[in-house]
Nanobody, 117 residues
Framework: VQLVESGGGLVQPGGSLRLSCAASGFTFSAYGIFWYPQPPGKVREWVAGVTSDSRIKKYADPVKGRFTIFRDNAKKTVDLQMNSLKPEDTAVYYC???????????WGQGITVTVSS
């Protein structure tokens, strides 16, 4: 099982980044996919998620209107488009796959996003 994040880096406030999560080794189409940033010294908290069939997308209040989640079951990828980035968005971003029926969860290794001038 693998979840591999990519696309992180350093960006100025107000800028954009697009993260990608590539999955392998499990039935991707059966899992909801979520993004969890973990800011320095803080806990990991969910900010965006999409259901297995892409019918439902949800966002935490701090990122609504700025972040958009995209899912492609054929490619087994989920992207997170992040616009109007703020310094408080600085974090290690983790991709998470969760199947509620089996109560099974997988994590990626995380990727760093730094928003700074």
């Amino acid at each position: 099982v693998q979840l591999v994040e990519s696309g992180g880096g350093l960006v100025q406030p107000g800028g954009s980044l697009r993260l990608s999560c590539a999955a392998s080794g499990f039935t991707f189409s059966a899992y909801g996919i979520f993004w969890y940033p973990q800011p320095p010294g803080k806990v990991r908290e969910w900010v965006a998620g999409v259901t297995s069939d892409s019918r439902i997308k949800k966002y935490a209040d701090p990122v609504k209107g700025r972040f958009t989640i995209f899912r492609d079951n054929a490619k087994k990828t989920v992207d997170l488009q992040m616009n109007s980035l703020k310094p408080e968005d600085t974090a290690v971003y983790y991709c998470n796959a969760y199947d509620a029926r089996r109560d099974t969860r997988f994590w990626g290794q995380g990727i760093t996003v730094t928003v700074s001038s």
